[in-house]
């Protein structure tokens, strides 16, 4: 007994060695984010863990590192082992962050490597309904006296917030901006006539435009939503080549070797395409967008270009 | 409206919906008593089990953790000052006294009881006036909220039991405290010493330091520890008199109707609610001086206000699909998991999940005090365990506690250092309860102020001329007059008396 245990631990230490992408994963995984526990992020990476630990054989666990609006999170995991079972939910205030802060713990673009984005979704511009007929209607009010009509978001430095700088910018009007505490508390100041818009995501606004409560003016996307043709975009209204997405997507350590990225990204991308993730990712307001690597990091990059400007054109304070 | 109410409870009272609405609230009772892992902990790691519920379920079991977490929360503040939510800060007050003097399972029976009657007029409220309280609720804006924070404050520098002025200091650095973190009119970092403070201080540290923590140190820093007492807990001395019962039935009807409408505000919610409540009893109170050594009508209108503002804290959520607070947003999140959207159609779409929901609350509440006057003498029997031992254990519950809250270490040792705070603060007469009510308020108001001041570009009128934060307005008014009233004739009483 002793010596067949003897024979075989060499074998046994070799199996444990690290580690050839064929072996990859050997062991559990996890995806951190930067978030409550709870929140759109804790979700989302909830809901594609499952998934993922289905393909990958091992578990994926969860964890939630927040602060700082998801910069505490992003400084952690891009100071982690690039072995492969570090991952990062990121949101779009990545590319928020990159632009907003003085100094970050971390390179936002090369301290990472990019997996693949999981979701895309517009904001929507919404007022109380038929307060204003059309997207053109709200920016000529704003244009007729300047600074008299309110927006509400969610938060200084939050994309919601920057949305509805880009969008003063690019059309020449002037709003007042109004900060609150989450995309909630905007909607109920919304609701009860202390601001005049809100910009925020489908899952903030849809409800009380369903049930009549607010009118969608346009969609921040380039092009028209595919869940909901029918609304116009800022881009065809008032401001030609708008275009604010955001997204939710997969990130790790740089320095993770191909073989082991491209085997993450096909776990991902497998995920996406089975319908207990994509619809749930519907239903949060977003198209399931599976992306490559090289995608992903040009959009990042894209992103922080377009923010840094509207940061430094709109006067807001870096912190 | 009873119809649909009927409608609930059938939805509620079949075995496998009930079975989890048990599950919920016993598991908030629990974990509501372990120091410092609040609802919030508990909800967040229970998520994942809605995953394999069906959404009326889910939102049943998550609930019954919430308000099932707020009956626990009072156990741990009585029996061992450890306020488990900044709402059960004031249970402290008059609780732990009671606990200190031998009066634990009297205390524990008030408590449930109040919390009991509250939450059953919490869950009424939300019956018969949701849709009322909701337009009420839509009219507080910016000033509104402002004003209101400013009453509070008003009668929360009356809650000290020493002098005005001591209590004053208390709030002030409370203000103080929570300045620290990103500033939310402008983004700007206001005192933040270390990365992990760019969100602020801890609510949970700051609580679970000056009040527990600072406790653990004062008996332990005295020569000879002060033993358990020997306990008496037959059920004669855990059911209040005739003439106690008596003396809280108007407490604890005030208390329900102040917590009724403050958790229909969103984001004030309970914390201010039974702030206010205590405050009320005290000034309104005949023998204002029996607070803080143990007075039951000072436990028992805090415990009704923090549970009703519970149950009625979800009317924002259920009519208009707008979280008013964290706990709330985790709530909806396990909704929009099983794929429904919250929002002003949920009551007309989905009947059976809002009526069910709501008549959960109603059992659920009935379930918790069937299971609380029981439990109370397996709790009066924790006082046994020898300090030597409790304390320890106690210690190291805080730390996990703290630390799941944002996974953080600072905030463990953030508590600590709060303990040491507090054990100077309690040495030189100075109370912790102020200390938490500004820390909590402060922001709010700061918020509000700034924001109202960036609405009407900087116009101070709108404080007087909107009708709501008038009222508002003319109740601080009062409330100074008051105060300054009743120290002058104070005065002249105890003049005339020397003379």
């Known amino acids: 007994m002793i010596r067949k245990l003897l024979t075989a631990l060499p074998l046994a230490v070799a199996f444990a060695m690290p580690v050839a992408a064929e072996d990859f994963p050997d062991r559990s995984l996890r995806i951190v984010h930067g978030f409550g526990a709870g929140g759109n992020a804790d979700t989302v990476s909830r809901i594609i863990a499952e998934e993922m630990s289905k393909s990958l054989g091992q578990p994926v666990v969860v964890e939630s590192r927040p602060g700082a609006g998801g910069t505490v999170a992003s400084g952690y995991v891009s100071k982690e082992d690039p072995d492969g079972y570090t991952m990062q939910l990121m949101v779009g205030g990545h590319a928020v962050a990159a632009a907003l802060y003085n100094s970050l713990p971390y390179e936002s673009v090369d301290g990472f490597t990019f997996i693949s984005t999981l979701g895309q979704f517009p904001f929507m511009v919404a007022a109380r309904s038929g307060e204003y007929a059309s997207m053109e209607a709200l920016i000529e009010a704003a244009k007729a006296s300047p600074g008299s009509i309110k927006i509400g978001h969610s938060g200084v430095g939050s994309t919601q917030h920057l949305t509805g700088e880009l969008l003063a910018l690019r059309t020449g009007a002037e709003f007042l901006h109004i900060p609150y505490k989450g995309g909630a508390a905007a909607s109920t100041a919304l609701m009860g006539g202390e601001v005049d818009v809100v910009i925020d995501t489908g899952t903030v606004i849809r409800p009380q435009a369903d049930a009549g409560v607010y009118d969608i003016l346009a969609i921040t996307s380039g092009q028209r939503w595919p869940d909901a043709p029918d609304l116009p975009t800022v881009a065809e209204t008032v401001a030609p080549d708008f275009d604010v997405v955001s997204w939710t997507g997969i990130g790790m350590p740089a320095g993770v070797p191909t073989e082991i990225s491209d085997k993450v990204r096909g776990a991902v991308h497998a995920a996406l395409a089975t319908p207990a993730v994509s619809d749930k990712i519907a239903s949060l307001g977003a198209k399931p967008s599976p992306s490559t690597g090289e995608e992903m990091t040009n959009l990042i990059a894209g992103q922080i270009a377009v923010w840094t400007d509207v940061i430094a054109t709109a006067g807001i304070d870096k912190r | ?499």
Not at chain 2, 208 to 216: K, T, Y
Request: hydrophobic share 50%; net charge positive.
């Open chain 2, 1 to 499: 409206m009873l119809d649909q109410f009927l409608l609930g409870l059938s939805v509620v009272l079949q075995p496998t919906v009930l079975i989890y609405a048990f599950f919920g609230v016993f598991l908030g009772q629990l974990i509501g008593v372990l120091p410092g892992v609040g609802a919030i902990t508990a909800i967040s790691l229970l998520l994942p089990v809605t995953f394999y519920l069906d959404a009326t379920t889910s939102m049943i079991l998550l609930a019954g953790i919430y308000y099932g977490s707020q009956y626990g929360g009072s156990i741990a503040s009585i029996l061992m000052n450890l306020p488990g939510t900044p709402s059960s800060v004031v249970t402290c007050l008059e609780g732990y006294p009671l606990a200190q003097s031998n009066r634990a399972g009297l205390a524990l029976f008030v408590a449930a009881f109040s919390s009991f009657v509250g939450g059953m007029v919490g869950v009424a409220i939300l019956v018969l006036a949701a849709i009322p309280m909701t337009i009420i609720a839509l009219k507080f804006g910016a000033p509104e909220y402002a004003m209101l924070v400013i009453l509070g404050l008003l009668a929360a520098s009356m809650i000290g039991t020493g002098s005005q002025i001591r209590s004053f200091a208390m709030v002030v650095l409370g203000i103080a405290l929570g300045l620290v973190g990103a500033d939310a009119t402008t983004g700007y970092y206001r005192f933040v010493a270390l990365p992990e403070l760019a969100d602020g201080i801890s609510l949970v540290s700051l609580a679970m330091g000056l009040f527990g923590v600072s406790e653990i140190i004062r008996n332990a820093s005295k020569r000879r520890p002060a033993n358990a007492p020997h306990l008496s807990i037959s059920m004669r001395d855990v059911i209040p008199t005739r003439e106690q019962a008596r003396s809280l039935g108007m407490p604890i009807l005030r208390g329900s109707s102040i917590g009724s409408f403050f958790g229909a505000l969103p984001g004030t919610g309970a914390a201010i609610a039974s702030f206010m409540a205590y405050a009320m009893e005290r000034r309104f109170s005949r023998s204002p001086e029996k607070f803080g050594k143990g007075h039951l009508p000072g436990l028992a209108a805090p415990e009704s206000a923090n549970n009703a503002a519970s149950q009625t804290g979800f009317i924002p959520t259920l009519t208009l699909g707008v979280p008013g607070d964290a706990v709330m947003a985790l709530i909806v999140g396990a909704l929009i998991l099983n794929g429904i959207i919250p929002g002003p159609r949920l009551m007309v779409d989905q009947p059976d999940l809002f009526w069910g929901v709501i008549a959960s609350f109603f059992v659920g509440n009935i379930i918790l005090l069937l299971i609380n006057i029981p439990l109370i003498k397996l709790w009066v029997l924790l006082l046994r365990i020898p300090y030597q031992k409790l304390y320890p254990i106690i210690v190291v519950m805080i730390c996990v506690g703290v630390y799941s809250h944002r996974t953080s270490v600072t905030d463990v040792v953030l508590t600590l250092a709060f303990g040491i705070l507090g054990y100077l603060m309690k040495n030189y007469r100075f109370e912790p309860a102020p200390v938490l009510l500004g820390f909590v308020l402060g922001p709010l108001l700061e918020d509000n102020f700034r924001r109202t001041m960036l609405l009407y570009g900087g116009d101070f009128s709108v404080f007087v001329t909107r009708p709501i934060s008038a009222v508002l307005v003319a109740g601080s008014v009062f409330l100074i007059g008051f105060a300054i009233f009743s120290s002058v004739s104070n005065r002249n009483k105890s003049n005339r008396a020397t003379t």
